[in-house]
């Protein structure tokens, strides 16, 4: 016999983009170590490339002295090292947080791309750094290109951090999820980088004879920041479990007082 009802043509399914529908981890932190060593090679191919002195120049000026030669250039190796470090800085932040990821998702890749992004940029910075240690007439406005760029770079990485903690118990491991110990170091390691970097942006605005002193300061500063961080976050856990301790012991106290209490005593 005939159907009731006439069955309705299937039609294609539209494309869908759900931001967090999973993402192979595995594939994500390949792709970033990737950039990171590229970008990490691009700064000593730079340095190979402008910073070698000319073997007549040597013995002309410097009387074969190599080593004189080389000081001539120590601005120029400062900048390569201190954008060396901030790119060995910002990989290190990058493994420790997917070290936490369990499950990566396609915002967490959109974020990482983006971080990626910025920090194919730092050999710009570098480039920028180089020029004025020898006395440009831009100096303020490389160190705040440089700054900029280290803030994108960092900032996208806290925000895939904050992504992952949305749907914590899928993305996160148990004992970094918020609340925990390796959550609040986690949170303040992130928060380094941006902070500083937007904070020196400022101070090069504000104090713009000693910006030079600021940025390399800032270069300096950060590396021993990382040291000392572990051990303050620790220090202030600590401060916070022993302030609820006693919190607590009054209140098991007052419990326990009230308990020995007769009625009467307790209503007057």
Known sequence: GRRGEEEEPHSLETFTFYLSEPLSKERVEAFSD???????????????????????????????SLLEALSEYGPNYLAYFGSFVTIGLLW?????????????????????????????GLPLAYQLTSEFAEKSHNEIEAIQVSCVITFFASIFQFAIWTTALLNEEETLHAFARYGGKEHAFMFAKLALYPCVSLGAFFLTCLLSEFSTAIFHLMQIVIPFAFLALRIFVRIALTAIKSVMSLSRRKVVLLEEEEACLSPNEILT
């Not at 990737?34 to 013995?59: F, K, S, W």
């Not at 290190?92 to 194919?120: D, E, P």
């Open 92 to 120: 290190f932040v990058h493994h420790s947080l997917f070290l936490y990821v369990t499950k990566a998702t396609r915002l967490m890749g959109l974020l990482n791309i983006l971080s990626l992004a910025f920090i194919g």
């Open 34 to 64: 990737g950039v990171y060593a590229i970008v990490a090679t691009l700064l000593i191919l730079d340095i190979c490339e402008d910073n070698v002195p000319d073997p007549r120049e040597v013995e002309e000026k410097f009387h074969g």
